[in-house]
């Protein structure tokens, strides 16, 4: 057992596949090293259906924001969102902020949500009819669809 505050690294498997065997004495494929940044591949951005929140990260927002991209994961989950960006904010001019918006393949992004505009932040029923809408429309949300 590990010791509380211990950190564990994650190690890759091992493959014990003899599929694979070398002859002995063959030359071993060189290994990449994990830890160079170097030979890290960024993700492609993926196509399809996804969101982006951003946030007043002046005014503490970022639970909120999570609470919310939690929510609609399990709403909406892959593949029907496919991803959802959190995007913290805090000059003066996005003071307050807190947005949701939409990104659909070969469409200009559709704002879900202002918190200025609507006055405070998104009810959760509201904000997933709306999403629900561009995304999956006639998909049932159960008792987010109850008035």
Known sequence: ????????????????????????GAAQPEK???LDPSTFVAPAPLPGPSIVIEFCDRCRWLHRATWV?????????PPALKSVTLMPMNADETAGRFRV???LDDQPP????D?????GFPELKALKQRIRD??????????SDKK
């Not at 918190?115 to 006055?119: H, L, N, P």
């Not at 561009?134 to 008792?143: A, E, R």
């Open 1 to 24: 057992m590990v010791a509380p505050g211990t950190s564990v690294n994650c190690v890759p498997c091992q493959e014990n596949s003899t599929d694979n065997a070398q002859p002995a």
């Open 32 to 34: 990449p090293d994990l």
């Open 69 to 77: 991209s939690t929510e609609l994961f399990l709403t909406f989950p």
């Open 101 to 103: 918006w939409l990104f």
């Open 110 to 113: 559709h704002l879900m949500w």
């Open 115 to 119: 918190r200025k505009v609507e006055s």
């Open 134 to 143: 561009h995304i999956q429309p006639g998909k049932s949300l159960g008792h």
